[in-house]
């Protein structure tokens, strides 16, 4: 697991999904990479790692823009979890998520800690980890958006840019007294094309 610091927030990104993001980079535009760091004389890897670090910057965008989309006010910070997660309800639910580290070790570890290790440190948390059985969790002082029984990284990810699915749930903080978030799809779609019409006359 590594911790991914940007303007806006930080991920904490497993690093298997560090090295997709590191494929999908070299896969698009690897070859222009590759002839910037011959110029440059630098080892491309450390381009490809500054353009995962620009994706990161743009997920936490997104992950803002989806809390203003459910008529909440616009939060300054976020902090993100990015890994391959699990959940299961029978005796015992739980939600779990894979904490893969470079050297290829990988710690189970549960959701909601890390909800409660940054709970009240920044304004909202994102888990984008799969949570198959709909398992709850829930912060006191943080806005919390976390998948609901779903299996699929990309659709996770699609979701919080307002793509596809209502898979995610949003939740406000314990003592928030302000508006309830919308969940209705037509009304989210307003708020949206305002906001957008509000940018553009700007």
């Known amino acids: ?52 670090k620009d994706i990161l910057q743009l997920n936490l965008e997104e992950s803002v823009r989806y809390i203003e989309r459910h008529g909440l006010p616009r939060v ?41 290790e940054h709970d009240g440190e920044y304004e909202a948390l994102f888990v984008q980890a799969c949570n198959p059985a709909g398992v709850d969790i829930h912060a006191q002082r943080s806005f919390l958006i976390y998948p609901q029984n779903v299996n699929n990284s990309q659709e996770i990810m699609f979701a919080s840019m307002g793509i596809g699915n209502r898979i995610l749930t949003v939740k406000t903080p ?14 989210q779609t307003l708020v949206r094309f305002s906001d957008l019409s509000y940018s553009l006359i700007k």
């Open 1 to 52: 697991m590594e911790e991914i610091r940007t303007k806006l927030g930080n991920v904490d990104l497993s690093y298997d999904w560090k090295q997709y993001f590191r494929g999908e980079v070299d896969r698009v535009i690897g070859g222009s990479i590759r002839d910037m760091a011959s110029k440059a004389k630098i080892d491309p890897q450390i381009l490809i790692d500054g353009r995962v």
């Open 76 to 116: 300054n910070s976020v902090r993100m979890l990015m890994a391959h997660g699990d959940s299961w309800k029978d005796t015992q639910s739980d939600f779990v998520y894979h904490e893969v580290n470079e050297d290829g070790s990988d710690s189970i570890k549960r959701v909601q800690d890390w909800v409660n």
């Open 174 to 187: 314990r003592n928030y007294q302000g508006r309830k978030p919308i969940t209705d799809p037509s009304e």
